[in-house]
Nanobody, 119 residues
Framework: QVQLVESGGGLVQAGGSLRLSCAGS????????MGWFRQAPGKEREFVTR????????YYADSVKGRFTISRDNAKNTVYLQMNNLTPEDTAVYYC????????????WGQGTQVTVSS
């Protein structure tokens, strides 16, 4: 049993920054990786970034490379998403997720946090 809670979303101007947090509770010791996804109205949910919990290997979607940075604090069971140079195309609900395996399947999801970028 794992619960994920996102926070840090809000409204920012284009070119601004936001830092999202996702705090995990429960059997977090069994988590292999955590990631961030986003979904805009009328769009499919898309992958943003992923980090493995032990090795700290990071993966990014092409659309956010060079602008977003994922990190984790193992002691706090928390993953962060630093988002810089935001554009209106980044507007979406952002979800964190946790995986029990080395693959791309995710077993736990947070409730989401809204990010809105104005032009």
């Amino acid at each position: 049993q794992v619960q994920l809670v996102e926070s840090g979303g809000g409204l920012v101007q284009a070119g601004g920054s936001l830092r999202l947090s996702c705090a995990g509770s429960g059997r977090s010791f069994s988590i292999y990786a955590m990631g961030w996804f986003r979904q805009a109205p009328g769009k499919e949910r898309e992958f943003v970034t992923r980090i493995t919990w032990n090795a700290g290997n990071k993966y990014y979607a092409d659309s956010v490379k060079g602008r977003f940075t994922i990190s984790r604090d193992n002691a706090k069971n928390t993953v962060y998403l630093q988002m810089n140079n935001l554009t209106p195309e980044d507007t979406a609900v952002y979800y964190c997720a946790a995986s029990n395996s080395v693959g791309t399947n995710y077993d736990y999801w947070g409730q989401g946090t809204q990010v809105t970028v104005s032009s």
